[in-house]
């Protein structure tokens, strides 16, 4: 079994994928689907796999280039790594590499090649497609349809891994459905969305023979350097008056601000996390009672709810519990921050459960907000139930 | 502290009788009302309209400073039915205006530049 080193996408996988497998990102244009490809190769290099890169849309330099883009340096793996160029025969240039593609149109040449590493690799490897689609243009849809039939048989025999980046142009529509359905074990697609206000790009799992984890799609965005992050367009922090909400949002974010006059919130706090591959930005909401249009604003479409309290204040629950019903919280993925433990008078987390009608489902977690302690536990503990693989 | 309010709601007055404007309110910075010539049976929600006047101008100073675009002098808001208008008038206070549809900003502009500047005397 080898990961593919996205987040989340090994849970759905149910922890990766298995020897012998197949595996394909299907990525509708427009959207950066090829990074996904990349990071699993590069997750496996890192992890000392031996690994195949089939060029077929640039030369080993650009590719080394482009890796580098995201903060991957491919050059301090190069003895494990094998690129098949199946690029310069394309533009006439030489190569320096040991497996060449004469003819990268012909896929009878490609098909040679490809047999001769795959039976010339000592141990179980990833081969990966830098892109199918380029050698589909190439070698025309069915041809390349029979190969890659042939490759997986073969991945199969040997027990390697492949992995396929692929862009869904408009080919014949037999053929894409033939890709979706029939011809790898897992297929991952990757598309964008318009939904409402927020556009996003998401993946989400077609299909993958060894898991039955049930499909749910994911929002994720690409980062330079770094690559692929789940994203959360919003997290909201709310709860009352004096509770250290602001302070919460700075001690979480990379970046912050806050709209805050004379010690009080007045509009919003903002902030952005990227922390262990998510990446989520974060809205303060004011605590006070005046400010309620504003919080009831901030909070829609919000993915998942902070109730941030004074752990010393218990007269403030109740502005706590309503705080819930503004901001709709109720069915939304929360996480209640019981801060200000420093205090000698604060309540301890299970006892301010007492105060709250709230199900055990939902976590009440110890902080120390100025002092950034647990802000990052109560962190993973929101996006993971937001991202919860069902 | 009651002298403090005759002047500002002074300062208010002499604001109202500049053509165009209907009326006029203080606000602290955080959003309380500190006083205002709304006609009374507007005064329950002149303490919603107060806060929303703080978030507003807050947000504006907000994203222009951020951007290093410097403190914006005013926010100028238009609807279907006028003008408001919200200024700092110190580090306490905000002063905001309601105006009629058809007023000319012009002379409004400076009346209000100049009651902005004699609040943060007096605040
Ligand atoms: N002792 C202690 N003080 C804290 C802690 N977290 C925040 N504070 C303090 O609590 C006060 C309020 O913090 P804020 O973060 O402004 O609170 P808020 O919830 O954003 O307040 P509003 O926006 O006015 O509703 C500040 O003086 C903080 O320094 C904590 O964990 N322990
Ligand atoms: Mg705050």
Redesign the pocket.
């Given at each position: 079994m080898i990961e593919t080193g996205i987040i989340k996408l090994d849970d759905y996988l149910m922890g990766g994928i298995p020897n012998g497998k197949s595996l394909i990102y299907y990525t509708h244009p427009g959207v950066e689907g090829n990074v996904f490809g990349m990071q699993t190769l590069y997750h496996n290099l890192a992890a000392g796999m031996k690994c195949v890169f089939v060029a077929s849309s640039s030369d080993p330099t650009m590719i080394i280039d482009t890796f580098k883009e995201f903060g991957w340096n491919l050059e301090t793996y190069r003895e494990n790594l094998i690129i098949v160029d199946a690029y310069s025969g394309l533009v006439g240039a030489t190569s320096n590499e040991k497996y060449i593609v004469g003819d990268p149109e012909n896929i009878d040449s490609l098909n040679e090649t490809i047999e001769k590493v795959i039976e010339e690799l000592d141990d179980k490897s990833v081969i990966m497609f830098e892109s199918l689609s380029t050698i589909m243009d190439l070698c025309g849809e069915q041809k390349t349809l029979d190969a890659i039939k042939n490759w997986n048989t073969y991945g199969m025999l040997y027990e390697h891994v492949l992995i396929y980046n692929f862009t869904a142009w408009p080919y014949e529509p037999e053929t894409l459905e033939h890709i979706k359905h029939n011809l790898f074990d897992a297929v991952i697609t990757i598309g964008g969305i318009a939904e409402r206000v927020i556009f996003g790009q998401y993946f989400g799992v077609l299909k993958a023979e060894w898991s039955d984890v049930k499909l749910k799609s994911m929002l994720f965005r690409v980062l330079r350097p770094g690559g692929i992050r789940i994203y959360i367009p919003k997290i909201v922090v709310t709860?009352?008056?004096?509770?250290?909400?602001?302070?919460?949002?700075?001690a979480l974010s990379t970046r912050a601000v806050?709209v805050?006059r004379i010690?009080?919130?007045v509009a919003l706090?903002h902030g952005h996390v990227d922390y262990k591959g998510f990446s989520a930005d974060i809205f303060?909401?004011?605590?006070?009672e005046r400010f309620d249009p504003i919080i009831k604003m901030l909070s829609g479409e919000a993915m998942g709810i902070f109730l941030?309290v004074?752990s010393t204040n218990t007269k403030d629950f109740v502005r706590a519990k309503q705080m819930l019903e503004i901001t709709k919280a109720y069915g939304l993925p929360l996480v209640i921050i019981a801060?200000?433990?420093?205090?000698s008078d604060a309540l301890k987390p299970e006892e301010i459960r007492k105060h709250f009608n709230i199900p055990d489902s939902v976590k009440i977690l110890p902080?120390?907000?100025?002092?950034g302690?647990g802000v990052f536990e109560a962190f993973e503990s929101l996006v993971n139930k937001i991202t919860e693989v069902a | 502290m009651t002298d403090t309010i005759n002047m500002l709601n002074k300062i208010l007055d002499d604001t109202k009788k500049v053509g165009g404007v209907e009326s006029a309110v203080i606000v602290s910075r955080d959003g309380l009302l500190i006083t205002s010539n709304f006609p009374s049976s507007d005064s329950t929600r002149a303490e919603t309209f107060a806060a929303m006047s703080a978030t507003m101008l807050g947000a504006a100073e907000t994203a222009t400073t951020e951007l290093g675009k410097g403190t914006p002098d005013r926010v100028i808001v238009e609807s279907e039915h006028g003008k408001l208008i919200a200024t700092g008038a110190g580090p306490k206070a905000l002063l905001v205006v309601l105006t009629k549809l058809d007023a000319g900003l012009g002379l409004i502009l400076v009346e209000l530049e100049k009651a902005a500047e004699k609040i943060k005397k007096i605040l």
């Open positions: 709860g009352p008056f004096d509770a250290g909400k602001s302070t919460f949002v700075h806050s805050d010690g009080t919130t706090d303060g909401t004011p605590g006070q941030v004074d801060n200000k433990q420093d205090k902080a120390i907000a100025d002092k302690v | -």
